[in-house]
């Protein structure tokens, strides 16, 4: 069976362009990492709060930024072990790499 050739009117080009400029790659970096970095400065206040015996000696911004470089290196190896971001299972896996520095600095300073 023979189809007819389509209309040429109908096709369109596409010019190459980059894929993102470089604002919003900047962006798209920024939100992927924003998790982590949010949920170790909650992590942080709320350790602060409740834990105030263990953790009094601790600043507040050395929590958040052991726990958001955990986060970030646990969102990297979640992207890595399952190929896009977004799953469940790289925000839980987050959530325990946010966790165990703030856990290990107050373990720390009980001793």
Same mark, same amino acid.
């Given at each position: 069976?023979?189809?007819?050739?389509?209309?040429?009117?109908?096709?369109?080009?596409?010019?190459?362009?980059?894929?993102?400029?470089?604002?919003?790659?900047?962006?798209?970096?920024?939100?992927?990492?924003?998790?982590?970095? *949010?949920?170790? /400065?909650? @992590? &942080? %206040?709320?350790?602060?709060?409740?834990?105030?015996?263990? $953790? #009094?000696?601790?600043?507040?911004?050395?929590?958040?930024?052991?726990?958001?470089?955990?986060?970030?290196? *646990?969102?990297? /190896?979640? @992207? &890595? %072990?399952?190929?896009?971001?977004?799953?469940?299972?790289? $925000? #839980?896996?987050?959530?325990?790499?946010?966790?165990?520095?703030?856990?290990?600095?107050?373990?720390?300073?009980?001793?």
């Amino acid at each position: 069976m023979h189809q007819a050739s389509p209309n040429p009117r109908t096709f369109q080009t596409f010019k190459a362009q980059p894929l993102v400029n470089p604002l919003d790659a900047f962006w798209h970096i920024a939100n992927f990492f924003a998790p982590a970095w *949010g949920v170790a /400065a909650i @992590l &942080a %206040l709320a350790a602060k709060l409740l834990w105030r015996q263990s $953790y #009094g000696s601790v600043a507040w911004g050395r929590l958040a930024l052991w726990g958001g470089l955990g986060g970030s290196l *646990g969102l990297l /190896a979640a @992207l &890595a %072990l399952l190929g896009r971001d977004g799953k469940m299972l790289g $925000y #839980g896996l987050m959530l325990l790499t946010v966790a165990l520095p703030q856990w290990i600095l107050g373990l720390r300073l009980r001793k």
